[in-house]
């Protein structure tokens, strides 16, 4: 219980310094570039909680990622405010979560096919967001663009008052703040007797469900949990960049299981230090344009599988108790 | 006596297998039921039907009279129905206190769980497992550690699959001096091919063969008959 508190202070000092600190020091460019990774952090946590905790290996979280983010677009673009955008650019992505969890956990689908159902969602929501092109596929007033996607996504403005922008800064902080609130819910969730029933699912789903708990109905409810955080991630996304296809894509939905396992299957804040990490490393590996960055990806994996096959956070964890140990001794 | 478990011409086919042929079968409240038969008599199918885990191909079920046979595994647990499987089935990476305190959370609260949970745990001799992770005991305490999980909540009718599966002798000894001890508060039902076993526990046995119950007497009148004796030995029986 103590660990626990301390991790949070620290999640909150963290969070409160990176967002009061980062907008002083860096460039707008490298500021809306820092927005983007705690954008993508969000949705590593959601997996993270999901896959880490629940054992729901979705590999098709970046379908409520880019359904958030598109459904937050559409909805600002037409009501003209996006105050009521963001509750609805949530709701979409949680309802289809929601509906995709009944069929597969109701009917009972293994872990494999899990994996293949939550992969082939996002890969058709790819297909048909490309195939979008043309006056035809207009949301009221939002064109859906096809490949281009909708370079228009206007930014969060403060409630009821289109009319204030918030500056990339702002976007920044309000990021920062959810992924922190993020991890905040991440944590309570896994306190409270449905969390810790999802985890015993996870142990063993006989024993639970031999238990008197309905297995059907606690992986569901997680499931939808996590695809409103990731579709708060790409509500996110959608204010720094803007919304496209490449939401759904399969190299994405790929680079969020890379990050949860190099930092860390079974933690919270794994997934988010890979997030970051991984994605600071191939992006400067991008901008030197050394190195192909998917390669960098592919040996950063590779080596995390081989170094720290549990992931880098509990990785680092066993080593300072050790350490502390034989500094005990 | 009320009737607490009831199945009535219960059939379960797999393709052309039927492994549970036509079973009828009544259990009172308080009573000790053993379920004996070889391998393949279609003891085990016959448990799954009645945790839910299988849904029989026709026949029925019922829970003091309801009809349950349609209900799935954590509804039938929630009747008050203890299940034990054959494969101890726990919480690996959870201590053995966390786990008897999930059994008992759906009902009470944290804290009166934690207590009942040490109870149960001291009842069964393992308390001072409490705080070690399920999936680095031996078998016979991952044995006991469930258990503990199965009786804690207090259900009317506890269901035990062959409860000595990989079990020493003395554990073995243990196990019935426990089972004749719960039984003074729950219904019990075993499954188990054990012969010594049940000769220590039994009262009333059933007798599966093929898939059909070939005779339901007191335990000893069970041993003498001599068509038991031919089961376990492979003949065939007229």
């Known amino acids: ?260 396992l190099v930092g860390g299957l079974g933690t919270l804040l794994g997934p988010v230090i890979g997030c970051i990490l991984i994605q600071f490393l191939t992006t400067r590996a991008g901008s030197f344009s050394a190195v192909d960055p998917n390669l960098l990806l592919g040996v950063v994996f590779m080596l995390a599988v081989v170094v720290v096959p549990k992931g880098l956070l509990p990785s680092a964890r066993t080593a300072l108790v050790r350490l502390a140990k034989r500094g005990g001794a | 006596m009320t009737v607490l478990l009831a199945t009535e011409a219960l059939v379960m086919r797999f393709g052309g297998v039927t492994a549970v042929d036509g079973v009828t079968l009544a259990v009172q409240e308080g009573e000790l039921r053993c379920l004996i038969g070889p391998n393949g008599a279609g003891k085990s199918t016959f448990f799954k039907c009645l945790t839910g885990q299988y849904k029989p191909t026709s026949g029925r079920i019922f829970w003091r009279g309801r009809d349950i046979t349609a209900l799935d595994p954590f509804a039938v647990a929630r009747l008050g129905v203890g299940i034990k499987t054959q494969v101890p089935s726990l919480f690996d990476g959870l201590t053995a206190l966390e786990g008897v305190v999930l059994a008992l959370r759906r009902q009470h609260g944290e804290r009166e769980s934690r207590h009942r949970a040490m109870q149960a745990l001291e009842r069964l001799q393992v308390a001072q497992l409490r705080d070690v992770r399920v999936g680095l005991l031996a078998h016979g305490q991952r044995q006991l550690v469930e258990l503990a999980m199965v009786v804690a909540p207090e259900p009317d009718l506890i269901i035990l699959d062959e409860p000595t599966a990989g079990m020493s002798a003395e554990e073995t000894h243990r196990a019935a001096d426990l089972i004749r001890e719960l039984n003074r508060e729950h219904a019990i039902v075993v499954v188990e091919h054990d012969m010594q076993f049940i000769r220590a526990i039994a009262r009333t046995v059933t007798v599966f063969h093929q898939g059909r119950v070939l005779m339901e007497d007191a335990a000893e009148r069970v041993f003498a008959d001599p068509r038991v004796r031919d089961v376990y030995l492979g003949k065939a029986v007229a």
């Open chain 1, 1 to 260: 219980m103590r660990r626990a508190a301390l991790e949070i202070a620290a999640v909150v000092l963290v969070a409160a310094l990176a967002a009061l600190g980062l907008p002083q020091v860096l460039e707008l460019f490298a500021l809306i570039n820092a927005t983007v990774f705690v954008s993508m952090a969000v949705l590593a946590l959601s997996l993270g909680l999901i896959w880490g905790y629940g054992g729901i290996l979705c590999f098709g979280q970046t379908a409520f990622f880019g359904l958030g983010g598109y459904a937050y677009a559409v909805a600002a673009i037409n009501f003209g405010d996006t105050t009521l955008a963001v509750p609805l650019a949530l709701a979409v992505p949680t309802v289809v979560a929601a509906a995709l969890g009944y069929l597969m956990f109701y009917g009972r689908i293994s872990d494999v096919y899990m994996g293949v159902i939550t992969l082939t969602t996002t890969l058709i929501l790819f297909k048909f967001a490309n195939s979008t092109a043309g006056d035809e596929w207009n949301i009221g007033s939002a064109p859906l663009g096809g490949f281009n996607g909708i370079p228009g996504t206007p930014p969060l403005n403060w409630p009821f008052d289109p009319a204030s922008q918030l500056a990339p800064e702002q976007i920044f902080v309000v990021a920062v703040v959810c992924l922190a609130l993020c991890y905040a819910a991440a944590r309570l969730i896994l306190r409270t007797r449905f969390g810790r029933v999802a985890v015993a699912i996870r142990e063993n789903e006989l024993r639970a469900e031999l238990l008197g708990y309905d297995v059907r109905l606690h992986k569901l409810a997680l499931f939808a949990v996590g695809g409103l955080m990731a579709g708060l991630a790409g509500v996110l996304f959608a204010n720094c960049v803007f919304v496209s296809p490449t939401m759904f894509s399969l190299s994405y939905a790929g680079q969020v299981i890379i990050w949860v």
